[in-house]
Protein backbone atom coordinates (compact mmCIF):
# COMPACT_ATOMS: atom_id res chain seq x y z
CA UNK A 1 0.00 0.00 0.00
CA UNK A 2 1.76 3.40 -1.22
CA UNK A 3 0.58 6.72 0.98
CA UNK A 4 2.11 9.96 0.01
CA UNK A 5 3.19 12.93 2.01
CA UNK A 6 2.75 16.61 1.82
CA UNK A 7 5.07 18.84 0.96
CA UNK A 8 4.90 21.81 2.98
CA UNK A 9 8.11 24.30 3.75
CA UNK A 10 7.67 27.55 5.11
CA UNK A 11 9.36 30.08 7.75
CA UNK A 12 7.99 31.20 10.55
CA UNK A 13 8.69 34.57 12.20
CA UNK A 14 8.11 35.67 16.19
CA UNK A 15 6.92 39.05 16.82
CA UNK A 16 5.09 40.44 20.28
CA UNK A 17 1.58 40.67 20.33
CA UNK A 18 -0.10 43.43 21.08
CA UNK A 19 -0.56 45.09 24.51
CA UNK A 20 -2.78 43.51 26.52
CA UNK A 21 -5.57 43.75 29.29
CA UNK A 22 -3.09 44.90 32.34
CA UNK A 23 -4.64 42.85 35.32
CA UNK A 24 -2.00 40.62 35.51
CA UNK A 25 -4.14 37.26 35.05
CA UNK A 26 -3.73 34.67 32.20
CA UNK A 27 -0.06 35.02 31.79
CA UNK A 28 -0.55 31.73 30.61
CA UNK A 29 -3.60 29.88 28.80
CA UNK A 30 -6.21 29.13 31.33
CA UNK A 31 -6.80 25.87 32.65
CA UNK A 32 -9.65 24.40 34.09
CA UNK A 33 -13.05 22.35 33.90
CA UNK A 34 -16.62 24.02 32.74
CA UNK A 35 -19.72 22.46 32.74
CA UNK A 36 -21.46 23.30 29.26
CA UNK A 37 -20.84 21.04 26.52
CA UNK A 38 -20.78 17.61 28.56
CA UNK A 39 -23.51 18.84 31.10
CA UNK A 40 -25.50 21.79 29.15
CA UNK A 41 -28.89 23.43 30.68
CA UNK A 42 -29.75 20.18 33.22
CA UNK A 43 -31.61 22.01 35.64
CA UNK A 44 -33.59 19.14 36.99
CA UNK A 45 -32.02 17.92 40.16
CA UNK A 46 -35.21 15.76 40.84
CA UNK A 47 -34.81 13.22 37.78
CA UNK A 48 -31.09 13.83 37.28
CA UNK A 49 -29.08 14.62 40.63
CA UNK A 50 -25.86 13.56 39.75
CA UNK A 51 -25.72 15.75 36.63
CA UNK A 52 -28.18 18.77 36.81
CA UNK A 53 -26.21 21.76 37.31
CA UNK A 54 -26.43 22.42 41.17
CA UNK A 55 -23.10 23.14 43.92
CA UNK A 56 -23.21 19.31 44.52
CA UNK A 57 -21.37 18.64 40.51
CA UNK A 58 -19.07 21.46 41.12
CA UNK A 59 -17.90 19.89 44.48
CA UNK A 60 -17.88 16.69 43.42
CA UNK A 61 -15.75 17.92 40.16
CA UNK A 62 -13.25 20.13 42.82
CA UNK A 63 -13.04 16.85 44.50
CA UNK A 64 -11.73 14.83 41.76
CA UNK A 65 -9.66 17.33 40.16
CA UNK A 66 -7.85 17.31 43.64
CA UNK A 67 -7.62 13.70 44.16
CA UNK A 68 -7.22 12.21 40.70
CA UNK A 69 -4.45 14.43 39.63
CA UNK A 70 -6.42 17.38 37.32
CA UNK A 71 -4.86 20.00 39.86
CA UNK A 72 -1.29 18.98 39.82
CA UNK A 73 -1.32 19.00 35.73
CA UNK A 74 -2.44 22.50 35.75
CA UNK A 75 -5.97 22.35 35.69
CA UNK A 76 -6.94 25.21 37.95
CA UNK A 77 -10.30 26.39 37.49
CA UNK A 78 -13.45 24.98 38.33
CA UNK A 79 -16.02 26.83 35.76
CA UNK A 80 -19.99 27.26 36.11
CA UNK A 81 -21.38 28.29 32.83
CA UNK A 82 -25.02 28.89 31.93
CA UNK A 83 -28.44 28.06 34.12
CA UNK A 84 -27.15 28.77 37.75
CA UNK A 85 -29.15 31.73 38.55
CA UNK A 86 -32.83 32.26 39.69
CA UNK A 87 -34.91 33.90 36.97
CA UNK A 88 -35.39 37.12 39.65
CA UNK A 89 -32.59 39.03 40.54
CA UNK A 90 -33.02 40.12 44.73
CA UNK A 91 -34.45 43.25 46.43
CA UNK A 92 -31.03 44.85 45.70
CA UNK A 93 -31.21 43.86 41.95
CA UNK A 94 -28.31 41.41 42.65
CA UNK A 95 -27.89 38.02 40.70
CA UNK A 96 -28.39 35.13 42.92
CA UNK A 97 -28.19 31.25 42.50
CA UNK A 98 -31.45 29.04 41.99
CA UNK A 99 -32.17 28.66 45.68
CA UNK A 100 -32.46 24.86 45.43
CA UNK A 101 -29.95 24.14 43.28
CA UNK A 102 -27.32 26.01 44.64
CA UNK A 103 -28.84 25.88 49.03
CA UNK A 104 -25.50 27.18 50.37
CA UNK A 105 -24.71 29.94 47.49
CA UNK A 106 -22.24 31.09 45.35
CA UNK A 107 -19.90 32.63 48.02
CA UNK A 108 -20.04 28.79 49.83
CA UNK A 109 -19.28 27.48 46.45
CA UNK A 110 -16.34 29.59 46.43
CA UNK A 111 -14.95 28.99 49.23
CA UNK A 112 -15.25 24.71 49.01
CA UNK A 113 -13.45 25.37 45.70
CA UNK A 114 -10.80 27.72 47.09
CA UNK A 115 -10.08 25.08 50.03
CA UNK A 116 -8.78 22.74 47.51
CA UNK A 117 -6.19 25.15 46.53
CA UNK A 118 -8.76 25.72 43.14
CA UNK A 119 -9.99 28.98 41.73
CA UNK A 120 -13.91 29.35 41.19
CA UNK A 121 -14.99 30.52 37.00
CA UNK A 122 -18.50 31.97 37.37
CA UNK A 123 -20.84 32.48 34.01
CA UNK A 124 -23.02 35.71 32.79
CA UNK A 125 -24.01 37.51 29.47
CA UNK A 126 -23.45 41.37 28.15
CA UNK A 127 -27.23 41.58 26.86
CA UNK A 128 -30.75 41.83 28.73
CA UNK A 129 -30.52 37.78 29.23
CA UNK A 130 -28.18 34.84 29.11
CA UNK A 131 -28.29 32.56 25.83
CA UNK A 132 -30.69 30.31 27.88
CA UNK A 133 -33.18 33.30 29.22
CA UNK A 134 -31.51 34.01 33.00
CA UNK A 135 -31.21 37.57 33.66
CA UNK A 136 -28.35 39.19 31.84
CA UNK A 137 -25.98 41.83 33.34
CA UNK A 138 -27.13 45.22 30.61
CA UNK A 139 -27.57 47.79 32.74
CA UNK A 140 -26.13 46.41 36.15
CA UNK A 141 -21.98 45.73 35.24
CA UNK A 142 -21.04 47.29 38.17
CA UNK A 143 -23.58 45.56 40.15
CA UNK A 144 -22.69 42.02 39.13
CA UNK A 145 -18.62 43.05 39.02
CA UNK A 146 -19.11 43.70 42.74
CA UNK A 147 -21.42 40.36 43.21
CA UNK A 148 -18.72 38.54 41.67
CA UNK A 149 -15.98 40.08 43.55
CA UNK A 150 -18.55 39.92 46.81
CA UNK A 151 -17.97 36.31 46.61
CA UNK A 152 -14.83 35.93 45.96
CA UNK A 153 -15.38 34.20 42.51
CA UNK A 154 -12.13 33.85 40.17
CA UNK A 155 -12.91 33.71 36.09
CA UNK A 156 -15.89 35.26 34.65
CA UNK A 157 -17.33 33.84 31.42
CA UNK A 158 -19.25 36.75 29.85
CA UNK A 159 -21.58 35.50 26.76
CA UNK A 160 -23.35 37.97 24.45
CA UNK A 161 -26.91 36.59 23.46
CA UNK A 162 -29.85 39.34 23.37
CA UNK A 163 -27.56 42.04 22.83
CA UNK A 164 -27.59 44.86 20.08
CA UNK A 165 -24.03 44.13 18.14
CA UNK A 166 -23.18 47.94 17.78
CA UNK A 167 -23.06 47.84 21.19
CA UNK A 168 -21.02 45.01 22.09
CA UNK A 169 -17.81 46.55 22.26
CA UNK A 170 -18.84 49.09 24.95
CA UNK A 171 -20.54 46.26 26.60
CA UNK A 172 -17.45 43.99 26.75
CA UNK A 173 -15.41 47.17 27.92
CA UNK A 174 -17.62 48.20 30.34
CA UNK A 175 -17.89 45.38 32.52
CA UNK A 176 -13.68 44.95 31.86
CA UNK A 177 -13.76 48.42 34.01
CA UNK A 178 -16.27 47.18 36.39
CA UNK A 179 -14.55 44.21 37.11
CA UNK A 180 -10.99 46.00 37.55
CA UNK A 181 -12.56 48.65 39.80
CA UNK A 182 -13.86 45.94 42.49
CA UNK A 183 -10.11 45.32 43.65
CA UNK A 184 -10.21 41.44 42.62
CA UNK A 185 -8.44 39.79 40.17
CA UNK A 186 -10.91 38.18 37.97
CA UNK A 187 -10.47 36.69 34.90
CA UNK A 188 -12.36 37.98 32.05
CA UNK A 189 -13.46 35.48 29.11
CA UNK A 190 -15.13 37.37 26.24
CA UNK A 191 -17.54 36.29 23.34
CA UNK A 192 -17.33 39.84 21.82
CA UNK A 193 -15.74 38.58 18.63
CA UNK A 194 -17.84 35.48 18.08
CA UNK A 195 -20.65 38.16 18.15
CA UNK A 196 -19.43 40.24 15.98
CA UNK A 197 -17.96 38.75 13.11
CA UNK A 198 -21.33 38.12 11.47
CA UNK A 199 -21.46 41.78 10.89
CA UNK A 200 -18.13 43.20 10.17
CA UNK A 201 -14.23 42.50 11.10
CA UNK A 202 -13.64 42.66 15.07
CA UNK A 203 -10.95 44.94 16.24
CA UNK A 204 -8.49 42.62 18.15
CA UNK A 205 -6.60 45.51 19.75
CA UNK A 206 -9.38 46.53 21.38
CA UNK A 207 -10.24 43.26 22.23
CA UNK A 208 -6.96 42.24 23.96
CA UNK A 209 -6.89 45.21 25.59
CA UNK A 210 -10.50 44.55 26.70
CA UNK A 211 -10.51 40.43 27.64
CA UNK A 212 -8.07 37.68 28.78
CA UNK A 213 -8.96 35.52 26.60
CA UNK A 214 -11.98 35.63 24.02
CA UNK A 215 -14.17 33.14 21.84
CA UNK A 216 -13.62 33.83 17.89
CA UNK A 217 -16.15 31.63 16.47
CA UNK A 218 -19.07 28.88 17.09
CA UNK A 219 -19.60 26.44 19.61
CA UNK A 220 -17.28 23.35 19.94
CA UNK A 221 -19.47 19.85 19.88
CA UNK A 222 -19.31 16.74 20.95
CA UNK A 223 -18.26 15.49 17.58
CA UNK A 224 -15.08 15.45 14.77
CA UNK A 225 -17.08 17.28 12.41
CA UNK A 226 -17.06 20.63 15.06
CA UNK A 227 -13.31 20.07 16.01
CA UNK A 228 -12.45 20.27 12.52
CA UNK A 229 -15.01 23.39 11.31
CA UNK A 230 -12.98 25.20 14.02
CA UNK A 231 -9.75 24.21 12.84
CA UNK A 232 -10.82 25.68 8.93
CA UNK A 233 -12.27 28.97 10.56
CA UNK A 234 -8.65 29.18 12.19
CA UNK A 235 -6.75 28.58 9.63
CA UNK A 236 -8.40 30.80 7.04
CA UNK A 237 -8.26 33.78 9.34
CA UNK A 238 -5.05 33.02 11.12
CA UNK A 239 -3.34 36.17 9.74
CA UNK A 240 -6.42 38.22 11.66
CA UNK A 241 -6.45 36.79 14.89
CA UNK A 242 -2.72 35.36 15.66
CA UNK A 243 -0.72 38.98 16.26
CA UNK A 244 -3.25 39.36 18.95
CA UNK A 245 -2.30 36.44 21.21
CA UNK A 246 0.38 36.44 23.90
CA UNK A 247 0.71 36.50 27.57
CA UNK A 248 -2.49 37.82 28.94
CA UNK A 249 -4.93 37.62 25.99
CA UNK A 250 -5.55 34.83 23.95
CA UNK A 251 -7.63 33.27 21.30
CA UNK A 252 -9.91 30.86 22.92
CA UNK A 253 -11.50 27.68 20.17
CA UNK A 254 -13.73 27.00 22.84
CA UNK A 255 -13.82 23.47 25.72
CA UNK A 256 -11.86 20.20 25.44
CA UNK A 257 -14.53 17.10 24.72
CA UNK A 258 -12.15 14.72 25.54
CA UNK A 259 -13.43 11.96 27.31
CA UNK A 260 -16.75 12.02 26.30
CA UNK A 261 -18.75 10.42 23.39
CA UNK A 262 -18.02 11.31 19.92
CA UNK A 263 -14.67 11.41 19.06
CA UNK A 264 -12.10 8.37 18.94
CA UNK A 265 -9.12 8.58 20.87
CA UNK A 266 -6.79 9.53 17.94
CA UNK A 267 -9.31 12.30 17.93
CA UNK A 268 -9.78 13.69 21.12
CA UNK A 269 -5.12 13.01 21.28
CA UNK A 270 -5.88 15.34 18.12
CA UNK A 271 -7.68 18.07 20.04
CA UNK A 272 -5.84 18.21 22.65
CA UNK A 273 -2.87 18.73 20.46
CA UNK A 274 -4.19 21.35 18.26
CA UNK A 275 -5.63 23.13 21.10
CA UNK A 276 -2.24 23.15 23.17
CA UNK A 277 -0.26 24.02 20.18
CA UNK A 278 -1.55 27.21 19.57
CA UNK A 279 -1.58 28.44 23.09
CA UNK A 280 -5.25 27.86 23.72
CA UNK A 281 -7.25 27.84 27.02
CA UNK A 282 -7.36 24.48 27.77
CA UNK A 283 -11.03 24.36 29.43
CA UNK A 284 -12.00 20.57 29.45
CA UNK A 285 -15.93 19.72 29.47
CA UNK A 286 -16.40 16.13 30.53
CA UNK A 287 -17.66 14.16 33.30
CA UNK A 288 -14.14 13.99 35.72
CA UNK A 289 -15.69 11.38 38.01
CA UNK A 290 -16.37 8.85 34.75
CA UNK A 291 -13.89 9.00 32.04
CA UNK A 292 -11.38 6.47 30.96
CA UNK A 293 -7.81 6.26 31.64
CA UNK A 294 -6.50 7.50 28.72
CA UNK A 295 -8.44 10.31 28.19
CA UNK A 296 -7.08 11.46 31.31
CA UNK A 297 -3.84 10.85 30.25
CA UNK A 298 -4.63 12.60 27.02
CA UNK A 299 -5.43 15.60 28.70
CA UNK A 300 -2.74 16.05 30.85
CA UNK A 301 -0.12 16.03 27.82
CA UNK A 302 0.34 19.78 27.10
CA UNK A 303 2.68 21.72 25.57
CA UNK A 304 1.69 25.20 25.78
CA UNK A 305 3.73 28.19 25.11
CA UNK A 306 2.87 31.60 26.13
CA UNK A 307 4.86 33.25 23.48
CA UNK A 308 3.92 30.96 20.72
CA UNK A 309 2.92 32.54 17.28
CA UNK A 310 1.26 29.92 14.74
CA UNK A 311 1.57 28.83 11.26
CA UNK A 312 -0.89 26.46 9.54
CA UNK A 313 -0.85 25.10 5.94
CA UNK A 314 -2.64 22.54 4.23
CA UNK A 315 -2.74 20.24 1.44
CA UNK A 316 -4.78 17.17 0.49
CA UNK A 317 -6.68 17.01 4.05
CA UNK A 318 -3.10 17.15 5.71
CA UNK A 319 -2.48 19.87 8.30
CA UNK A 320 0.93 20.72 9.40
CA UNK A 321 1.32 23.71 12.33
CA UNK A 322 4.58 25.33 13.69
CA UNK A 323 4.53 26.72 17.47
CA UNK A 324 7.44 28.44 17.29
CA UNK A 325 9.04 29.98 20.97
CA UNK A 326 12.68 32.02 21.53
CA UNK A 327 14.22 28.08 22.06
CA UNK A 328 12.29 25.40 20.22
CA UNK A 329 9.43 24.91 18.37
CA UNK A 330 6.38 22.01 17.71
CA UNK A 331 5.32 20.62 14.60
CA UNK A 332 1.81 19.33 14.44
CA UNK A 333 1.26 16.84 11.53
CA UNK A 334 -2.48 15.84 11.35
CA UNK A 335 -4.51 13.81 8.50
CA UNK A 336 -6.30 11.63 6.84
CA UNK A 337 -4.21 8.15 6.43
CA UNK A 338 -0.81 9.17 5.73
CA UNK A 339 2.83 9.52 6.44
CA UNK A 340 5.26 12.25 6.82
CA UNK A 341 8.94 12.31 6.41
CA UNK A 342 10.98 15.75 6.99
CA UNK A 343 14.33 17.04 7.17
CA UNK A 344 15.54 19.89 9.28
CA UNK A 345 17.73 22.76 8.06
CA UNK A 346 18.87 23.76 11.34
CA UNK A 347 22.61 22.34 11.90
CA UNK A 348 21.14 19.78 14.92
CA UNK A 349 18.12 19.83 16.43
CA UNK A 350 16.91 17.38 19.30
CA UNK A 351 13.23 15.90 18.41
CA UNK A 352 11.00 14.63 20.77
CA UNK A 353 7.45 12.93 20.04
CA UNK A 354 4.92 14.31 22.58
CA UNK A 355 1.65 12.72 21.30
CA UNK A 356 0.08 9.81 20.54
CA UNK A 357 3.22 8.65 23.25
CA UNK A 358 6.09 10.20 24.57
CA UNK A 359 9.17 8.84 22.26
CA UNK A 360 12.56 10.14 22.35
CA UNK A 361 13.18 10.67 18.76
CA UNK A 362 17.33 11.75 19.31
CA UNK A 363 19.17 14.55 17.68
CA UNK A 364 18.55 14.96 14.13
CA UNK A 365 20.71 16.23 11.40
CA UNK A 366 20.03 17.49 7.98
CA UNK A 367 21.36 14.74 6.80
CA UNK A 368 19.45 12.14 8.68
CA UNK A 369 15.35 11.75 7.78
CA UNK A 370 12.70 11.61 10.01
CA UNK A 371 9.71 9.51 9.58
CA UNK A 372 6.49 9.53 11.59
CA UNK A 373 3.22 7.66 10.94
CA UNK A 374 -0.19 9.75 10.77
CA UNK A 375 -3.02 7.47 11.99
CA UNK A 376 -6.38 8.65 9.99
CA UNK A 377 -7.88 11.51 12.15
CA UNK A 378 -4.85 11.41 14.68
CA UNK A 379 -1.90 13.22 15.12
CA UNK A 380 1.75 13.19 15.63
CA UNK A 381 2.88 15.98 17.93
CA UNK A 382 6.60 16.89 17.89
CA UNK A 383 8.87 19.37 19.78
CA UNK A 384 11.79 20.66 18.14
CA UNK A 385 14.70 22.50 19.68
CA UNK A 386 18.27 22.97 18.74
CA UNK A 387 21.34 21.72 20.56
CA UNK A 388 23.20 24.67 19.84
CA UNK A 389 22.58 28.41 21.29
CA UNK A 390 22.03 29.69 17.68
CA UNK A 391 18.48 28.43 16.71
CA UNK A 392 18.11 31.02 13.74
CA UNK A 393 17.93 28.21 11.41
CA UNK A 394 15.26 26.21 13.45
CA UNK A 395 12.72 28.08 11.82
CA UNK A 396 13.35 26.62 8.76
CA UNK A 397 11.87 23.18 7.84
CA UNK A 398 10.86 21.59 4.12
CA UNK A 399 8.77 18.64 4.67
CA UNK A 400 8.75 16.36 1.54
CA UNK A 401 6.17 14.40 -0.36
CA UNK A 402 8.02 11.09 -0.47
CA UNK A 403 6.08 8.17 -1.63
CA UNK A 404 6.05 5.43 1.34
CA UNK A 405 5.22 2.08 1.10
CA UNK A 406 3.86 0.25 3.85
CA UNK A 407 3.03 -3.91 4.17
CA UNK A 408 -0.71 -3.94 4.97
CA UNK A 409 -1.80 -6.33 7.35
CA UNK A 410 -5.30 -7.23 8.25
CA UNK A 411 -5.85 -8.90 12.20
CA UNK A 412 -8.86 -11.47 11.74
Not at 203 to 222: G, L, P, S
Not at 286 to 291: H, K, Q, Y
Request: hydrophobic share 35%; proline share 5%; net charge neutral.
Amino acid sequence: MCRSVCLLAFIVLVCPAAEGLDNGLALKPTMGWLHWERFMCNTDCDKDPNNCISERLYMQMADVMVKEGWKEAGYEYVCIDDCWPSHQRDAQGRLQADPKRFPGGIKKLADYVHSKGLKLGIYADVGKNTCAGYPGSLGYYETDAQTFADWDVDLLKFDGCYMDWKLLGEGYMNMSKALNKTGRSILYSCEWPLYEWPYKQPDYKAIRETCNHWRNFADVYDSWSSIKSILDWTATHQDIIVPSAGPGGWNDPDMLVIGNFGLSHDQQESQMALWAIMAAPLLVSNDMRDICPRSRCCCRTHTSSPSARIRWASKDNALLRWTVSKRSAALEGFSSERLLAGRSVSPQCNVTQILPQYKELGVQTPHTQLVVSVNPSGTTLLTVTPTSSDSAGLYKLHWQETPVKRRHSTIL
